[in-house]
């Protein structure tokens, strides 16, 4: 089913596309499951439809997609199933009723909403309430629906959920929810052929709108992936989604997925974890740009105040170089980055002097929309992070594509070692890691991971291992005597079969 990001999500009614042959069973028996509690919960009406976006997990280029570099991650199987019936507009009512339910009832608990007839909806990002990542979803449903047709009015739902995406787990269970429930909305008000690009581009927008002001990959992840691939996604100079075959092996490329069990609570930590440095990066692109004498496209352009668009307006000044490919041009804002910024950060009034506006205007420009928390912005270990990473997902890019030729015993050496190159500048430069996904890495690479590195937006969460097959056992072995038993003594079976998973490449979403 090679279908490309031009498509629509397509409407499938076989789930054997979807899931590996020994999922199968229990995929079905979990559609039925969840087919059964949703007329159990409405009144004995059967469900008209589900649609349904899977998690990811990111394999290369991490916290650079909202600095507009490309990125390299793959949809996982897990996802998450959005079971709905419509319930039409009651004329005599200005609005309508949709209600949300998730099979996992002690941990999300039901809610309600109504929707006025102009079909805006209020989000409280002050409250961390899962419902709100459907709102999120909900709303930018419904922008587009006002888009093809000025005045429209969206009608009432019934919804029940079931995720398989692990929460908080940097798997992006956020991004498959907030996908999954903008197809449903759309689906559920006629719309049949819903554009990959445009479903992506509205779950990016709506999903800030729970508090995060998270770049773009995840809900392309969710949406454009193929089964079987990789896929790599550019921001620059608009949204792209090509999939990246992994060339055959011997031993094949398989990649391990394994939990921390820290929290990554980055909702409530975003001031001073996920968007100071979205902040930074900001901040080093205008702080470059005006040690450099360049103007950056204002934030409505497609680059806007980003890392790469500083990079754009840089090479743009200097006519006999513009031709210079990506890899050079990254290495040159590298070693800028290097001459004009200094290691021991800055302060608000630094920054404030040389992009000549008071504190109070800085923090107006760029802190008020996300708030932040800082004395001091680093953004030169930033930058450096961020152009060495857009580097690095080249490299990786590259040898997928072009693999050597004697790839059975080189590339996966290859690849392991970008991997683990990409996990150092996350613990030491861009300082997103945490002790215990540190020691799990050091603890896979000594069982016999090529590569090993945290992934998504860390401080906790999950971590990728490039293991070849015959070590699996090993390294799962490992991490189970020196990290799981030692947190938690009595840790169940469950729990370790939860921990770490070895997921082929999941399809994006489908009704
Ligand atoms: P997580 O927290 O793993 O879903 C976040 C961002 C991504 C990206 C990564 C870091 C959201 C929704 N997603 O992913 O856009 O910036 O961190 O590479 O916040
Ligand atoms: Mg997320």
Redesign the pocket.
């Known amino acids: 089913m090679p279908d490309t990001m031009n498509d629509a999500v397509p409407v499938m009614r076989d789930i054997d596309d979807l899931y590996p042959k020994d999922a199968l069973e229990a995929q079905t028996k979990r559609v039925e499951n969840l087919k059964n509690r949703f007329a159990y919960l409405y009144g004995g009406k059967a469900p008209e439809f589900i649609a349904r976006s899977p998690g990811r997990v990111?394999l290369i280029g991490?916290?650079i997609?909202?600095s507009l570099y490309e990125v390299i991650p793959m949809a996982i199987i897990a996802d998450v199933l959005v079971a709905v019936s419509a319930v039409s507009r009651d004329p005599s009512s200005d609005k309508v009723r949709v209600r949300v339910a998730n099979l996992n009832r002690d941990k999300f608990s039901s809610g309600e909403f109504m929707v006025p007839a102009h079909g805006n909806i209020e989000i409280d990002a002050s409250t961390l309430q899962w419902t709100n990542y459907f709102k999120a979803g909900f709303r930018g449903a419904v922008e587009l629906l006002q888009k093809g047709s000025k005045g429209f009015s969206p009608c009432g739902m019934d919804v029940l959920v079931d995720g398989t995406v692990p929460a908080g787990g940097?798997l992006?269970s956020?991004?498959a929810f907030v996908c999954a429930s903008a197809l449903a909305t759309l689906r559920a008000n006629g719309i049949n052929q819903v554009p990959k690009k445009e479903l992506v581009e509205r779950a990016i927008v709506s999903?800030r709108s729970v508090g995060?002001n998270?770049?773009?990959?995840?809900q392309a992840a969710s949406v454009f992936s193929v089964r079987g691939d990789a896929i790599s996604i550019s921001f620059s100079p608009e949204l792209r989604a090509e999939a990246l075959p992994f060339p055959n092996t011997d031993p094949p490329i398989t990649f391990m997925i394994a939990q921390s069990f820290v929290a990554a609570d980055?909702h409530v930590a975003a001031p001073e974890n996920?968007n100071l440095r979205v902040v930074e990066c900001t901040l080093a692109a205008e702080f470059l740009a005006a040690e450099l004498g360049l103007k950056l496209q204002n934030d409505s352009g497609p680059l806007g105040t980003s890392l790469r668009g500083l990079q754009y307006a840089y090479f743009e000044s200097k006519e006999d170089v513009r031709q210079a490919n990506p890899e050079d041009q990254a290495e040159t804002m590298l070693s800028l980055t290097e001459k004009h910024l200094k290691p021991e950060g800055y302060t608000r009034e630094e920054i404030g002097s040389s992009l000549k506006l008071s504190v109070p205007d800085l923090e107006k420009k760029f802190m008020t929309k996300f708030p932040v928390r800082a004395e001091r912005f680093y953004l030169r270990q930033r930058a450096q992070h961020v152009f060495t990473e857009a580097l690095r997902v080249q490299r990786f890019k590259k040898l997928l594509q072009s693999p050597p030729h004697d790839a059975n015993t080189t590339l996966l050496p290859k690849l392991g070692a970008i991997v683990n190159e990409s996990h150092a500048s996350s613990r030491d430069v861009y300082v997103h890691s945490c002790p215990e996904i540190d020691q799990m890495c050091e603890i896979a690479i000594e069982a016999g991971s090529y590569g090993s590195r945290v992934t998504?937006?860390g401080w906790g969460?999950c971590s990728v291992h490039l293991v070849p097959k015959g070590k699996i056992d090993a390294v799962r072995t490992a991490w189970e005597e020196k990290y799981y038993r030692i947190r938690e003594p009595n840790i169940t079976k469950e729990k370790l079969a939860e921990a770490v998973v070895v997921s082929e490449p999941g399809h994006g979403s489908v009704v």
């Not at 998270?214 to 995840?218: L, P, Q, T």
């Open positions: 990111n991490e916290h997609d909202y940097g992006s956020s991004a999903e995060v998270s770049g773009g990959m995840d980055k996920y998504g937006a969460g």
